[in-house]
T-cell receptor
Framework: DQQVKQNSPSLSVQEGRISILNCDYTNSMFDYFLWYKKYPAEGPTFLISISSIKDKNEDGRFTVFLNKSAKHLSLHIVPSQPGDSAVYFC??????????FGEGTQLTVNP | EAEVAQSPRYKITEKSQAVAFWCDPISGHATLYWYRQILGQGPELLVQFQDESVVDDSQLPKDRFSAERLKGVDSTLKIQPAELGDSAMYLCASSFFQGNTEAFFGQGTRLTVV
């Protein structure tokens, strides 16, 4: 039972444009959501998070949107830079419980 | 900047052999996690410690995997005997609080079982 799904295994965008990465979850009890970025041969790096009491959280070029009714969250990167090329994982969970990760989306930003 | 330290970075072992991984979390982080990431999938939690106590090992294959954090600081994950399907990246992470705060990951140990 895949409770967190990232349906796009890959995404390619031009430098300077917007990157939108999507994530869907099935467990309505999830109340905390995170995005991690992973470069090859490195561990995931925390990027941004959002709790279920909010529908938007912004940090510089990164914005996460949460649509609880649709059980959907997205990560927007504006403007995209070549250094953003990495695998992006969304993760979800409830207070005090394990995080469940999606399969990841490979983002490629072309110069 | 504080980091989660893991060793070794890479390990090749023959099936049926024993293998061990070590993790030193960020100083002061009470919660330590071991994840396994198979290529093309997201990390999957194997075991979570709060100080020296296991709080979640429901996904740990206990017939061959064991984990300990004896003094509540560094931790060891062991596989005995290793199987071909254990080939994966083993990631250690730590966080200051238990629960939903961001966890900081180490660089991982890439295990190849031949």
């Amino acid at each position: 039972d895949q409770q967190v799904k990232q349906n796009s295994p890959s995404l390619s965008v031009q430098e300077g444009r917007i990157s939108i990465l999507n994530c869907d979850y099935t467990n309505s009890m999830f109340d905390y959501f995170l995005w991690y970025k992973k470069y090859p041969a490195e561990g995931p790096t925390f990027l941004i998070s959002i709790s279920s009491i909010k529908d938007k959280n912004e940090d510089g070029r990164f914005t996460v949107f949460l649509n609880k009714s649709a059980k959907h969250l997205s990560l927007h990167i504006v403007p995209s830079q070549p250094g953003d090329s990495a695998v992006y994982f969304c993760a979800s969970g409830t207070s005090g419980s394990r995080l469940t990760f999606g399969e990841g989306t490979q983002l490629t930003v072309n110069p | 900047e504080a980091e989660v330290a893991q060793s070794p970075r890479y390990k090749i072992t023959e099936k049926s052999q024993a293998v061990a991984f070590w993790c030193d979390p960020i100083s002061g982080h009470a919660t330590l996690y071991w994840y396994r990431q198979i290529l093309g999938q997201g990390p999957e939690l194997l075991v979570q410690f709060q100080d020296e106590s296991v709080v979640d090992d429901s996904q740990l294959p206990k017939d061959r995997f064991s984990a300990e954090r004896l003094k509540g600081v560094d931790s060891t994950l062991k596989i005995q005997p290793a199987e071909l399907g254990d080939s994966a990246m083993y990631l250690c992470a730590s966080s200051f609080f238990q629960g939903n705060t961001e966890a900081f990951f180490g660089q991982g140990t890439r295990l190849t079982v031949v």
